[in-house]
């Protein structure tokens, strides 16, 4: 793919109060990225990008509060790079349902918890997306539905007409795990989307 | 739908599987036995819940046969929880398990605490759907787990009794078998496949990555913050809590207040579990433990770990 080797390195922090952190961190790291892990509010600080893992949204949001981490994450994800997968998805939309819940609310979509079933109802799927060379492998599980999303937001793959992988301009999500599969094209396309900030000198 | 889809027991199958425990790493499994139980473990911020007729300490007390919790049971905490919902079936028992993938429990976990059906076999955990968890004591039992199809090993521990020194046994025992593994040669890895009674090509894994290739958690006896970021640190990748969050004793609940304290502390004290100052502040939230049975008391028959092979 693209990422140019001449390019300095990127430091990308990854959530890991709970979920599976240190897939996503193997992936970062295969792909020649800097990983930092970040529990507390101070280690937002010195990253180029953040990746919300896939885990439970519930056990994050109790977390983030306790840790007086909300409201960090919150400022960061509202304008720095920000991938979630999974219940990172779910943090990021700004309507939850399934139960309802609270979020972070900084990308322009409704999420639904759930809403493909419970763990038996798992699937792994490869379908064309709009991202190029050819089909993408998508482990989906326990995965959220994306039912609604605002004018701004591109939407980058579609399952049964719903929304997977989207983006609105420096927050991407997907319901699925790509930190699961071996393709890399989703975090070197969240590397890119780093990439095109810092060449707007807009980190 | 244009696309390709695959989800059956194959090896698509054993991915998904292990992927949901990979999504439980750095949480705490939670034993409840209601409702009601089921919404403080989940306000708590556990990542899952193992829905339970009686936790491990009651049986341990109470005694008879230990069977699959009953339905309307499971279904009520099912319908409670937004977070993934485990049950247990006896070891063997491929008929439990059956019926528990029928329900849509997302995880299985075929457990020691239960009075086994099969003095032989374990269920053919291949066979089905939806993920199991197994119990282990040493890297050859957990190896015969995941070659029988199970997508996630737990110590055993010496479940129900508060009591944290065999989980810890259990654990190191792990631990130190795969060390040893990694600097094996090859003609030792035949014989250490003999010793461990266990497949020569996960023994052959092992020796290579250093670690099982599924999800290691540790579970038997965590009672206290202080338990849980011990297993953490010898390796354990999430614990189990059973009896230890909603039990003051082997009879009584806990005040509903006070388990909610002990099972936000637990919970906070297994992700911060290499950080003595968020330990040290999670232990002192954390108000009573339960009273617990010390292992070292407990007659040979009274142990739940010897049940399986």
């Known amino acids: 793919m693209s990422s140019s080797s001449n390019a300095p390195q990127l430091t990308i922090g990854v959530l890991a109060l709970q979920g599976d952190y240190a897939s996503h961190a193997r992936v970062l790291e295969e792909i020649g990225v800097r990983v930092k892990m970040v529990r507390k509010a101070q280690e ?57 819940q609270e979020s972070l609310g900084v990308l322009d979509a409704s999420v639904e918890r759930n809403a493909y079933g419970r763990q038996i109802d798992s699937e792994i799927l490869t379908d064309e997306t709009r991202l190029p060379g050819g089909p993408l492998e998508m482990v989906f599980i326990r995965a959220p539905r994306i039912s609604q999303v605002g004018a701004e937001v591109e939407v980058l793959a579609t399952r049964d007409g719903s929304p997977i992988l989207v983006r609105e301009k420096n927050v991407l999500a997907a319901t699925f795990h790509p930190e699961l599969s071996e393709d890399r094209r989703v975090h070197r396309y969240f590397l890119q989307m780093i990439q095109e900030r810092r060449d707007s000198g807009n980190s | 739908m244009s696309g390709h889809k695959n989800n059956g027991s194959g090896g698509h199958g054993l991915r998904l599987k292990v992927g949901l425990a990979e999504m439980l790493k750095g949480g705490v499994i939670m034993d409840v036995t209601d409702a009601k139980q089921a919404e403080i473990a989940e306000k708590a911020g556990a990542v899952a819940v193992m829905a339970l007729e009686r936790v491990p300490a009651q049986i341990r007390a109470e005694g008879g046969v230990a069977r699959m919790a009953s339905i309307k049971k499971i279904k009520e905490i099912m319908s409670a929880s937004s977070i993934p919902v485990m049950a247990k079936c006896r070891i063997g028992h491929f008929a439990e398990a059956q019926v528990l993938q029928e329900l849509g429990v997302d995880f299985i976990d075929e457990s020691e605490v239960l009075t086994p059906a099969d003095e032989l ?189």
């Not at chain 2, 020796?207 to 206290?224: D, E, M, Q, R, Y």
């Not at chain 2, 005040?255 to 999670?282: Q, S």
């Open chain 1, 44 to 100: 937002l600080t010195g990253i180029d990008g953040l990746i919300i893992p896939g885990g439970e949204s519930t056990t994050f949001l109790k977390l983030l509060a306790r840790e007086g981490l909300f409201e960090p994450l919150r400022s960061f994800a509202a304008s720095r790079p920000t991938f979630g997968t999974c219940a990172g998805c779910i943090l990021l939309a700004k309507h939850v349902s399934g139960p309802e």
């Open chain 2, 121 to 309: 076999h374990h269920v053919d955990k291949h066979a089905f759907k939806t993920p199991f968890v197994c119990g282990a004591r040493d890297l050859g039992e957990a190896l015969r787990r995941i070659a029988e199809g199970a997508a996630m090993i737990r110590t055993k521990g010496e479940a129900g009794t508060g009591d944290v020194v065999h989980a810890v046994k259990h654990l190191r025992q792990i631990v130190k078998d795969m060390r040893q593994l990694t600097v094996m040669s090859e003609e030792e890895l035949y014989a250490a496949a003999k010793e461990h009674r266990a497949p020569y090509e996960l023994i052959r894994m092992v020796a290579k990555s250093g670690k099982l290739p599924v999800p290691n958690f540790s579970a038997g006896g965590i009672a206290t913050p202080a338990d849980a970021a011990l297993v953490r640190q010898l390796g354990a990748e999430a614990v189990f809590v059973g009896s230890g969050i909603f039990m003051s004793d082997s009879h009584s609940f806990a005040p509903a207040e006070e388990a909610e304290v002990r099972a936000r502390a637990i919970v906070r004290a297994t992700t911060f579990f290499d950080d003595p100052k968020v330990l040290a502040e999670a232990s002192e939230e954390c108000t009573g433990a339960m009273k617990g049975l010390a292992v070292a008391a407990l007659d040979a028959s009274s142990m739940m770990q010897t049940r399986g092979w």
